[in-house]
């Protein structure tokens, strides 16, 4: 299906796939690693992926899951309290990029349109100079 929300062509299977890959990478990356709740009890990355998972239902076109449970996502607001840098944001997106690559159920131009919404939204949540 070529037509349709980015979420139509992903499916809710696919995209809990992909994020399961996505945090794989992100605890692997220290520098992103120390900023998550999960790298203090690694019982929380499951609480993050589930977030993101409702977030991301929503902002791809398909139920808006996070409004539903957690109300307004403010996503800028809701990362003040992390450190984002202009390197952290760049190492969630390789991640992300990775992730996209190693899911095979999500097609190449899907993929490249994800990629492209996602990365606007990644520079528009930092918040923090490189130190
Ligand atoms: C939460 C980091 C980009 C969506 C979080 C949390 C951290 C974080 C540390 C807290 C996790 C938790 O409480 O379990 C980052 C970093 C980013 C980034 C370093 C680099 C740019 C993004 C992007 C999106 C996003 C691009 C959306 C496309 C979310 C959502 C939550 C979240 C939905 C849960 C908010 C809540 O309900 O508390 N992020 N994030 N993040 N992030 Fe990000």
Redesign the pocket.
């Known amino acids: 299906e070529l037509r349709g929300t980015l979420y139509d062509r992903i499916g809710p299977e696919a995209l809990r796939s992909l994020l399961e890959r996505f945090y794989v990478r992100v605890a692997e990356t220290p520098e ?1 690693a120390e ?4 790298s203090r009890d690694p019982s ?1 990355w499951a ?2 992926l589930e ?2 998972f ?3 239902s929503g ?1 791809l076109g398909g139920p808006p899951l ?1 409004h539903q449970t ?1 109300g307004n ?1 403010m ?1 800028r607001a ?2 003040l309290p ?1 450190a ?1 840098t202009p390197s ?2 760049h ?3 390789a991640c992300m990029k990775a992730a996209l690559q190693d899911t095979p159920e999500i097609d190449h131009d899907t993929a490249a349109e994800t990629y492209m919404a ?1 990365s606007r ?2 520079q528009h ?2 918040n923090t100079p490189e130190s």
Do not use: C, E, N, S
Request: glycine share 4%.
């Open positions: 992103l900023v998550f709740p999960g929380l609480t993050t977030k993101q409702a977030f991301l902002f996070y957690y996502p996503l809701r990362h992390f984002v952290r944001a190492a969630w997106l996602l939204v990644a949540m930092v």
